[in-house]
C-alpha cells in the first residue's frame, strides 16, 4: 500500500513537490523535538517552512509564551542541524475541545422498590412507553 502511494505520488510534478515538502516538515518536526525542553516536548507543532520563515503552533498560550522565549536558541538548533531557517513564527493552536458526556448514572433499588415496580409494570399495557420504561428500570438496576 505504501508503494503504491509512493509510486502515485512521485507521478506528477504538483504531487512530487508536495511529498518532498512533507518530508521536509517531517524532518524540521524531529529537529524541534530534539532541540525543545522536555517540558515542551508534544507541545509544539511544526506547521509550515516558506522563505525561511518557520511556523509552529504551540497548544495553549503558556507553551507559546515558553517557546518565544527560546527562539534564539531553537534558530541556532535548526541551524547546526543543517536547516534553512532565519526565523520562527509561533502561532498559539486552539485548544482541543473536550467531548462533555453525560456522567452514567447507577441506579440502585431495594429489592421491594424492584419488585413492585416490576408488578406495576406488568399492569400496564403491553404496548405503553410508560411499561417499557419501567421494566428496563428494574433490568438495569442494581440491588
Known amino acids: 500500500m505504501t508503494q503504491l502511494l509512493h509510486r502515485f505520488l512521485a507521478r506528477g510534478d504538483a504531487l512530487a513537490r508536495l511529498q518532498d515538502h512533507a518530508t521536509r516538515l517531517r524532518r524540521l518536526q524531529r529537529t524541534l523535538e530534539t532541540g525543545l525542553p522536555p517540558q515542551l516536548t508534544g507541545q509544539c507543532q511544526v506547521a509550515n517552512l516558506k522563505d525561511g520563515t518557520l511556523s509552529v503552533s504551540a497548544r495553549g498560550g503558556a507553551a507559546a509564551v515558553r517557546l518565544r522565549q527560546i527562539l534564539p536558541s531553537l534558530i541556532e538548533h535548526f541551524v547546526r542541524a543543517g536547516d534553512a531557517v532565519q526565523t520562527i513564527k509561533v502561532k498559539v493552536a486552539a485548544p482541543e475541545q473536550a467531548v462533555w458526556r453525560a456522567p452514567v448514572s447507577e441506579r440502585q433499588l431495594s429489592s421491594t422498590a424492584k419488585e413492585g415496580l416490576a408488578r406495576f409494570a406488568q399492569s400496564l399495557p403491553a404496548d ?15 440491588d
Open 128 to 142: 405503553a412507553p410508560l411499561r417499557e420504561a419501567l421494566e428496563r428500570l428494574v433490568r438495569r438496576s442494581r
